[in-house]
C-alpha cells in the first residue's frame, strides 16, 4: 500500500529554536508511531542543523521551505541545494504562494525545481489558482502555471517530485476546499501532469493537498479528495492537532 504523505509547513514560525526542538520533538514521538504515514517537516532554514541532530532513529524526513536556483556563488541571503544535501535535508517546498506572491516567477520556481532534483532533493511544488470564476478559466491558469514551473524539467527527473495543490484562496483561510472538489482539482492536476509527462509518471508522482487542513477536515480531504498526502501550515505548528490529524490520517 502507498503510504500517505503529510508534509508540515511551519512558515515563519516558532521564533526560538527551543520551542522548535519541542514541537519537533512532540511531532516526532507521535510520527514515529505511523504505520503507512510519512512525516516531512519544514522548519525555517536556521533551525534545520540543531533539528537534524534531534532526529537519530526517527522516520521523519526534514524539509527546506525554499533553495536557489545556483549551486553556489555570489548570492546574497540565498540558500544552495548542495547545503541542503549536504546537512541532511531531502525535501523542499518551492513557488509556495506567499513567495509568489512576493515576486517569484514561474521562471525561477522551475530552475529550483530542476537544480533540487538534479541534486536528489524531493521537490515539492506549489500551484494553485487565485481565484475561481464559473466559467472555469481558473483551470487554464492552473495549467499554464503548472507548465510554466515545469519548464525544461525532463521526464528523466521527475519520478523525485511532488506536487501540492494548494488554491491560494483557502490558505490561512477559515475552511478548506470542499473534499469533492479537492478530487475534481487532483485530478485535473495529474491530467496536466500526464499532458506533459505520461500517463504513468502522472499516476506515480504524489500530488497533495493544502489549505486550512486541520485535524477535523484532514480524513475526507484524504478518503473523498483521493490526494496521496496533505501540505499542512497552521495546523503544523500546533502540536496536539498536528498530533491528532497524524493519527486521524495513518488509520484511513
Ligand atoms: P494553512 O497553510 O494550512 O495555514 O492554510 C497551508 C500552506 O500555506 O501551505
Given amino acids: 500500500m502507498k503510504k500517505k504523505m503529510i508534509v508540515g509547513n511551519w512558515k515563519m514560525n516558532p521564533t526560538t ?7 519537533f520533538k512532540s511531532i516526532k514521538n507521535d510520527a514515529d508511531t505511523l504505520k503507512a504515514t510519512d512525516v516531512v517537516l519544514c522548519p525555517p532554514f536556521v533551525y534545520i542543523p540543531a533539528l537534524l ?15 536557489y536556483f545556483e549551486e553556489q556563488g555570489s548570492f546574497t541571503g540565498e ?52 481565484e475561481r470564476d464559473e466559467q ?8 499554464q502555471q503548472i507548465k510554466d514551473s515545469l519548464n525544461n524539467v525532463p ?12 488554491p491560494v484562496w483557502a490558505i490561512g483561510a477559515k475552511e478548506a476546499m470542499n473534499p469533492l ?7 485535473f492536476v495529474k491530467k496536466v501532469l500526464s499532458d506533459i509527462y505520461g500517463h ?17 477536515n484532514a480524513p475526507d480531504i484524504i478518503t473523498q479528495g483521493k490526494v496521496d498526502g496533505l501540505l ?3 495546523e503544523s505548528v500546533n502540536a496536539p492537532g498536528f498530533s491528532e490529524l497524524l493519527k486521524a490520517v495513518d488509520i484511513l
Fill in 17 to 23: 529554536l527551543e520551542e522548535a526542538k519541542r514541537l
Fill in 53 to 67: 541532530n534531534t532526529r537519530t532513529e526517527t522516520s521523519v524526513s526534514i524539509g527546506a521551505q525554499d533553495v
Fill in 79 to 130: 540558500v544552495s541545494p548542495l547545503m541542503l544535501k549536504d546537512l541532511g535535508v531531502t525535501h523542499v517546498i518551492i513557488g509556495h504562494s506567499e513567495r509568489r506572491a512576493r515576486g517569484e516567477t514561474d521562471e525561477s520556481i522551475s530552475k529550483k525545481v530542476l537544480l533540487a532534483l538534479e541534486h536528489g532533493l524531493r521537490p515539492i511544488l506549489c500551484v494553485g489558482e487565485k
Fill in 136 to 143: 472555469g478559466g481558473h483551470l487554464e491558469t492552473l495549467k
Fill in 155 to 166: 521526464k528523466k527527473h521527475i519520478d523525485r517530485l511532488i506536487v501540492a495543490y494548494e
Fill in 181 to 187: 472538489v479537492v478530487y475534481e482539482m487532483s485530478l
Fill in 200 to 216: 504513468d509518471e502522472a499516476i506515480s508522482t504524489p500530488v497533495l493537498y493544502g489549505g486550512s487542513v486541520n485535524f477535523r
Fill in 232 to 234: 499542512v501550515g497552521r
